[in-house]
């Protein structure tokens, strides 16, 4: 599969490193030779010096015979006139990363005049990732799969918690609530548990279940059930709008703190249920004036990792019960969770995540099934994958403890008819199931792939 990259910042970068190491054949465009030169010595691929929006570029780019092509340049306006020339000139597929919210709103009426096969927002990616967590507090990300039937958690173990020093298959037998353990994280080691596993304090356990599974699952360990009600954002930027305005849709109480007075003013035609704090959000005092200590959450969102860090921090020490803090930087946000903050989040990780299961989906084939869904889990060490199953084969009508499947892979649960299945060894896959599987490998592209040869 041939793909084109116009723009090699923070996403086009990210996309471009992890689809190199599978083995897709990749050719980056930028105007910067010096960022170009430093990508190639780290990655196998192709380098073209010059402005994406430029047909003779992109024809040295060889964009006419490109499967896809993905423009994630600085502009919105510079990515849309690049898909819509990639396309003219013969590419199959084009993506195009739209940031400004109003783009975005009207990308319904472009998008057939673009020939965009897809549309990223990555603040309104991130912001999803945000609300999906402060849903369930209690976990430090979350993901969903089979059209969102099904949310994939991660969760820690603190030393007050009830799971500590239990076997999975204890747990299982005490609380009988359908939710699967896919996957554990013990200090730098990842691996897939089976009944055996006892967990510790300090892991992190990935789960997966239903909406309604994992509320009760919560509300057994003694978790607080009450939801988050009232949310304090650090920042005004897009991320900060899209976020108030999914809180706002479900009743939660939010507070914006921004310094850039003019951002404020519109921040408060748009958002009319939100409270607009003109001001630092890096002073404390300000902070503690503005109600921290009786926040159920922060959010911090400037533009800034280190100062998210630091509030961050802050609000930790002033015991907020949930803290979401943005940050870009990966070696950073390796850092942060090391001091105890627990659900970091990037809005460039967001869109290549997007973008990554877009691409695995469209790769053609003759598999009998195909990726529907992609995560990165524990920083990138685990996939969980969503597929679907096309036609018959080896694997299907077979109860499951019949499938000899190899070490480090778990079928997390299966989607059939609208109704979600965590399964046991009796359970069978068909043909049109949705199937959720975790793994440790990495470039699986086919469910075949998890069985024993």
Do not use: W
């Amino acid at each position: 599969m041939k793909i084109v990259i116009i723009g090699d910042g923070k996403v086009g970068h990210k996309l471009t490193a992890q689809l190199s190491e599978e083995d897709y054949d990749i050719v980056l465009i930028d105007q910067n030779e010096g960022r170009l030169k430093e990508a190639l010595n780290r990655m196998d691929i192709f380098c073209i010096t010059g402005d994406g929006a430029n047909a003779e570029v992109q024809k040295e780019a060889d964009v006419p015979h490109a499967d896809l092509v993905i423009a994630c340049a600085s502009t919105d306006e510079l990515n849309m006139l690049s898909c819509l020339l990639a396309k003219r000139l013969g590419a199959k597929h084009t993506i195009a990363r739209v940031r400004n919210p109003i783009y975005y709103k009207q990308i319904g009426l472009l998008k057939e005049d673009l020939h965009l096969s897809m549309a990223v927002n990555p603040e309104l990616a991130v912001s999803h990732e945000i609300a999906r967590v402060l849903l369930f507090p209690d976990t430090s990300k979350v993901e969903t799969f089979v059209k969102g039937r099904v949310e994939l958690v991660e969760f820690p173990i603190r030393a007050e918690s009830r799971l500590k020093d239990l076997s999975l298959a204890e747990i299982y037998r005490r609380y009988q609530i359908k939710i699967l353990v896919c996957a554990v994280k013990r200090g730098n080691d990842v691996f897939i548990p089976d009944g055996e596993t006892v967990l510790r304090e300090g892991d992190k356990i990935h789960m997966a279940a239903t909406h309604k599974e994992l509320e009760s699952f919560f509300n057994a360990l003694g978790k607080r059930s009450g939801k988050v009600k009232n949310v304090l954002i650090c920042g005004g930027g897009s991320v900060s709008y899209y976020l108030a305005s999914q809180l706002g849709s479900d009743r939660m109480n939010v507070k914006i703190i921004e310094k850039d007075y003019n951002k404020c003013e519109k921040l408060c035609e748009m958002l009319p249920d939100a409270t607009i704090i003109h001001g630092d959000a890096t002073n404390h005092d300000l902070l503690i004036e503005e109600g921290i200590e009786h926040a159920d959450a922060l959010v911090a969102l400037t533009g800034m990792d280190e100062e998210n860090i630091i509030m961050a921090l802050f609000a930790k020490t002033k015991n907020v019960p949930k803290i979401v803090a943005k940050v870009n930087e990966d070696s950073r946000a390796q850092m942060v969770e090391g001091l105890g903050i627990d659900s970091i989040v990037s809005a460039k990780s967001a869109t290549a995540d997007v973008i990554l299961s877009y691409v695995r989906a469209r790769r053609k084939s003759l598999k009998s099934a195909n990726v529907e869904a992609l995560y990165r889990l524990v920083n990138g060490k685990v996939e969980a994958l969503e597929f679907i199953i096309r036609k018959e084969c080896e694997y299907t009508n077979i109860p499951l403890k019949d499938l000899k499947t190899k070490k480090n892979y778990l079928i997390a649960c299966i989607g059939r008819k609208g109704k979600i299945r965590i399964p046991n060894g009796e359970d069978h896959i068909e043909v049109g199931d949705s199937v959720v599987i975790v793994t440790t490998e990495r470039g699986v592209n086919d469910l075949k792939d998890m069985l024993e040869k």
